[in-house]
């Protein structure tokens, strides 16, 4: 089951198959979302009727990746309230791009970096995106930890993070940097959607 948010600051929303939610503050430590979910089924005498399930999903750990784009450091700072609110913890994630040196047969070019440069590079990088939300958690009182990797695919990184940190919800950004910069939201998002099986909350 996927909780989608599509609002920006709120977390109601529809993900397009008839199932809506909505936050609920708990008192025990845990993130909650009541869903309602609608769908049919038949009656004893064969007409169709309507099923309506409340169900109350809760949430202790939130994986919340970032490219260091505008909407991804607001829905960073969304999912550390989110967290704060709830008492659950915080992983911050960055995926970087795969080092993919470009040398020529007969010259190498200007910009050329080595592989000990790029990591050097993406090490800063992944410092200076996943800095605020551990500054944020730290100011809120929100366990935090941070996990950057290189990744050809980012969407399949964040599933595969999620998986590892054994993270119950993904809060992530509705897109993000556009072009060759644009490693890890924006389609990236859909795709997350999509394949995981962990669920989903969207903030833009």
């Known amino acids: 089951m996927r909780c989608i948010n599509h609002a920006p600051g709120r977390t109601s929303d529809n993900d397009g198959g008839g199932q809506r939610s909505r936050r609920a503050q708990r008192g025990d430590g845990t993130a909650a979302v009541r869903c309602t979910v609608a769908g049919e089924y038949e009656q004893p005498n064969n007409q169709a009727g309507t099923l309506e399930a409340r169900i109350t999903i809760m949430f202790k750990h939130l994986l919340i990746p970032t490219d260091g784009s505008a909407i991804a450091k607001k829905a960073a700072t969304q999912g550390v309230k989110f967290a704060q609110e709830t008492g659950a913890k915080v992983t911050g994630f960055f995926a970087s791009p795969v080092y993919r040196p470009v040398v020529y047969e007969d010259f190498v070019p200007a910009n050329y970096m080595s592989p000990k440069q790029h990591e050097e590079a993406t090490a800063k990088l992944a410092a ?77």
């Not at 890890?184 to 669920?199: D, F, N, Q, R």
């Open 128 to 204: 200076k995106y996943l800095g605020p939300i551990e500054k944020a958690c730290k100011e809120a009182g929100v366990p935090f930890q941070a996990l950057h990797i290189a990744s050809e695919f980012p969407a399949d990184a964040i599933i595969e993070a999620a998986k590892a940190k054994k993270c119950d919800l993904i809060f992530m950004g509705s897109h993000g940097r556009r072009g060759l910069a644009g490693v890890l939201l924006g389609s990236e998002t859909a795709k997350v959607l999509t394949h995981s099986k962990i669920p989903v909350l969207v903030y833009r």
